[in-house]
């Protein structure tokens, strides 16, 4: 008599005619607690509490899911060849050569530059901290430019921290939750970064579009200084972003007569890769830094043309 | 004993709702995210067809809301989208298991661009207007899979005896 019913040979339902499971009533309620929820969720901050607990219990299988790229990575070092490795070591070698001798001009501009502004009587230029962490390999919501890392507020990450690499600016943490942080790209579309071009110290905003090689500068004028090629480093003006540090390269400049200002876009100098390690910035002021683990000293990069 | 071995089997379930969780946050290349298929509203589709008296809308809830704080989209988007699905599903249940498969296909692909209508709407609400073509990719993924997984939830349901 079921099978007459059900066309799936497996099916075999105790009952022919199930209570009804889906009640306006409780469909209705359901319906209103997840337009509910989205509404407090979207004015961040009112939920801050169970997306915590929410992350606490998701966080076993981001873990599995990073499991096996953190295993491919840590089988690649145990089992790299000797040759590798030697290679790898006179390559790194030669890059703190490198790096030493730029860091020795540094320091002899770093006292310019204080003394310059002594005689300004300008304020002394603060440096912060970092603190290393890794991208989880897993994939966020294709539409938007989220990534998450595997530190959180127990190891000092607070909200609006800024996240840098080796080249520059990846973005800022928009949630951190208890043992993981999300963060949002430079190049999410509800991201704007305050720059200056490197060149001229023209002010302006590095707009997200959605493209993970692409930031828009909209509100550069038509007769405004720029040139392809020019570096674009954070201006530090809204206080989210620290100063001085490389966001982007333009790769497009387009002057139109009849528009009031030109078409400016950029390419992100910092990387973007699965597993990369990443830098928090921690400033030097308050938020006060609650003595994360395996901190060290950071300076400000030498200001100057992309390599 | 009927009643424990049915208590018992509530594993398979859990189980089928965590390999989907996984599989929707798996890193895939950048070019193939976009395709991604639904694997949520998949396990969904197919609990709330042949076990609405077990799997319903509180537990099609839970599960949305746990995508949601895996893919960091707004809390509540995937549950929302998910609860319409299931909705549909539970109402028609009777109706839709004794379709054909091609048929069942042809039902799938309407419940998931119900489905991820939904979350362009809310996206577009948001800003996340990008990728309008790029979205109804997984409408024809996620159907195109619907057999296969039925056949494969259908076998673990007949050697585990979730009923």
């Avoid at chain 1, 200002?261 to 830094?289: K, M």
């Avoid at chain 2, 960091?72 to 028609?92: D, R």
């Avoid at chain 2, 296909?105 to 209508?117: C, K, T």
Wanted: some cysteine; overall charge positive.
């Amino acid at each position: 008599m079921t099978r007459m019913f059900t066309f799936h040979p497996l099916q075999r339902s105790p009952r022919l005619f199930t209570r009804n499971p889906a009640g306006a009533l409780r469909t209705l309620l359901l319906i209103a607690a997840c337009i509910v929820l989205m509404f407090y969720d979207h004015q961040r901050g009112h939920l801050e509490k169970v997306h915590a607990a929410l992350s606490t219990v998701v966080y076993p299988i981001q873990a599995a899911v990073n499991a096996p790229y953190a295993l491919a990575g840590w089988a690649e070092q145990k089992l790299a060849t000797h040759s590798a490795l030697v290679r790898e070591n006179a390559s790194l070698q030669k890059q703190l050569l490198t790096d030493s001798a730029q860091l020795q001009q540094f320091q002899a501009l770093e006292q310019e530059n204080a003394s310059l502004r002594d005689l300004l009587q300008a304020g002394q230029r603060l440096d912060g901290q970092v603190m290393a962490a890794t991208l989880l390999a897993v994939d966020m919501d294709p539409f938007r430019h989220v990534i998450t890392i595997d530190k959180g507020t127990r190891a000092g990450v607070f909200d609006g921290q800024t996240l840098l690499d080796a080249h520059g600016i990846i973005g800022q943490i928009i949630r951190a939750d208890p043992l993981s942080s999300e963060a949002a790209l430079i190049t999410d579309p509800t991201q704007a970064v305050p720059v200056q071009i490197n060149r001229t110290g023209l002010r302006t905003l590095a707009i997200g579009t959605a493209d993970p090689g692409l930031l828009s500068l909209p509100y550069l004028a038509n007769n405004a200084d720029v040139r392809v090629g020019d570096l674009l480093v954070t201006s530090g003006l809204a206080g989210r972003y620290p100063a001085g540090y490389p966001v982007a390269v333009i790769t497009q400049v387009q002057r139109n007569p009849a528009d009031p200002f030109a078409r400016v876009s950029a390419r992100p100098v910092a990387e973007l890769n699965r597993g990369h390690a990443v830098l928090l910035f921690f400033p030097a002021v308050a938020p006060p830094l609650p003595s994360p683990p395996q901190t060290h000293s950071v300076k400000k990069p030498p200001k100057g043309k992309p390599r | 004993m009927n009643f424990v071995l049915r208590r018992r089997a509530n594993w398979v379930i859990v189980v089928t709702y965590l390999v989907a969780l996984l599989l929707s946050i798996w890193p895939l290349p950048d070019w193939a995210e976009a395709f991604r298929p639904a694997w949520l509203l998949l396990a969904t589709i197919y609990w709330c067809l042949f076990l609405p008296h077990r799997v319903g809308l509180l537990v099609t809830f839970g599960v949305g809301i746990l995508l949601d704080a895996l893919t960091g989209s707004l809390l509540g988007e995937h549950a929302l989208a998910l609860l319409l699905i299931a909705w549909v599903t539970l109402k028609l249940h009777l109706q839709i298991r004794v379709f054909p498969w091609w048929q069942q296909m042809l039902v799938v692909f309407l419940l998931s661009l119900l489905y991820s209508f939904v979350l362009y709407w809310v996206d577009g609400m948001l800003g996340y207007t990008q990728g309008a073509l790029l979205r109804w990719m997984p409408v024809l993924i996620t159907s195109l899979l619907w057999p296969w997984s039925m056949q494969l939830l259908g076998m673990l349901q007949q050697r585990f005896q979730v009923n």
